[in-house]
């Protein structure tokens, strides 16, 4: 008996994450959790955001795993970013990377290596992404820039079980799966 695999594509925000769950046989489950905070809010306010975006995602996750969870792929955190609530982003981030990180292996994926995997470009634009992405999963509803990370993120991660999602990539597309850390 063949049992089906799956791996978690995580691409985290304070306000959109990305979520996309890609199966060994079968197409694709795609979503978005949105959450609105305020500038003015409390400690214990952002500390509620936080727990709250992060059990919506093991929550949707639950809903949508069928088979074995074989590793969640998240985008790894942007260092050099200066705006909005970095502080809060760098909580949820390891808020969801630890409530995996006991159970399944979680590979984190920069940013750069992503958009590179996508398109062969390290430097490519958000919306340069999401272009080739729409363009790689004419069977998906591709609409914004998160969902467009997390599905690459998903598709690396796949490749990586060895049932690529994508079908085929440049050699140069392919040198990102090199920069995939465990």
């Known amino acids: 008996m063949v049992t089906t695999e799956c791996v978690l594509g995580l691409d985290l925000s304070l306000t959109s994450t990305?979520?996309?769950?890609a199966y060994s046989d079968r197409p694709a489950v795609l979503g978005v959790i949105t959450s609105k905070g305020s500038k003015d809010a409390s400690w214990?306010?952002?500390d509620d955001r936080l727990g709250?975006?992060?059990y919506q995602i093991l929550e949707w996750v639950q809903a949508n795993r069928e088979g074995d969870l074989v590793g969640v792929f998240v985008e790894g955190p942007s260092y050099g970013s200066?705006?909005?609530h970095q502080h809060d982003r760098s909580g949820l981030w390891w808020q969801v990377y630890s409530a995996y990180a006991w159970n399944v292996p979680v590979g984190v994926i920069q940013p750069q290596t992503r958009a590179k995997?996508?398109?062969g470009a390290g430097n490519a634009s958000k919306d340069t992404v999401?272009?080739?992405t729409v363009k790689q999963f004419l069977d998906l509803d591709i609409r914004n820039?998160?969902?467009?990370d997390a599905t690459q993120l998903?598709?690396?991660?796949a490749r990586l079980h060895g049932w690529p999602i994508d079908g085929e990539k440049s050699k140069l597309c392919l040198t990102a799966m090199e920069k995939i850390m465990r």
Do not use: Q
């Not at 990305?18 to 769950?21: E, R, T």
């Not at 820039?145 to 467009?148: E, F």
């Open 18 to 21: 990305g979520l996309c769950m």
């Open 145 to 148: 820039n998160d969902i467009a």
């Open 117 to 119: 995997y996508a398109t």
């Open 154 to 157: 998903a598709a690396m991660g």
């Open 52 to 54: 709250k975006i992060t």
């Open 44 to 46: 214990k306010d952002r």
């Open 82 to 84: 200066t705006v909005g």
């Open 130 to 132: 999401l272009a080739a």
